[in-house]
């Protein structure tokens, strides 16, 4: 689709992209109502034995969340290839696991600026 018909996502509250990007790079409007790009970024996420007493922890499965549960139970979550995230994080930040180990994803702003072929593609897609 072209940019004008993906932009009507924009609006709705959902995130575009082009199908020749990287599938965790998109764009959405942030807080102010600019349109922003942003990419997800894994990195290993680095604990120490304190996690296992903590509590807090939210599994989200299709925009649904849990009641706040401790990290030992969100463990049978996690190795059912869930999302687990602390209350107090963004929605946009979640633990899970890849490669047998735990990932932390964020959502990070990216600069941007689209070239003319990019705003002129019709490979454009509404996503989430």
């Known amino acids: 689709m072209e940019l004008k018909e993906a ?13 020749s990007w990287p599938n965790n790079a998109y764009l959405k409007s942030n807080s102010n109502d600019e349109l922003t790009m942003y990419h ?7 604990y120490d034995l304190s996690i296992i007493h903590s509590h807090g922890w939210i599994c989200i499965t299709n ?15 996690l190795n059912e290839g869930m999302k ?11 633990l899970m696991i890849d490669n047998r180990n ?3 994803f964020k ?6 600026v689209p070239t003319y072929e990019c705003l002129i593609a019709h490979d ?3 996503i989430d």
């Open 7 to 19: 932009y009507q996502g924009i609006n709705c509250g959902k995130k575009i992209r082009r199908k």
């Open 40 to 46: 997800i970024r894994a990195d290993l996420f680095t």
């Open 63 to 77: 925009h649904n969340r849990s009641e706040p549960i401790d990290f030992i139970s969100g463990l049978q979550y």
């Open 84 to 94: 687990l995230r602390l209350q107090e994080w963004p929605d946009s930040t979640y």
């Open 102 to 104: 735990i990932v932390i």
């Open 107 to 112: 959502e990070e702003e990216w600069n941007f």
């Open 124 to 126: 454009w897609e509404i």
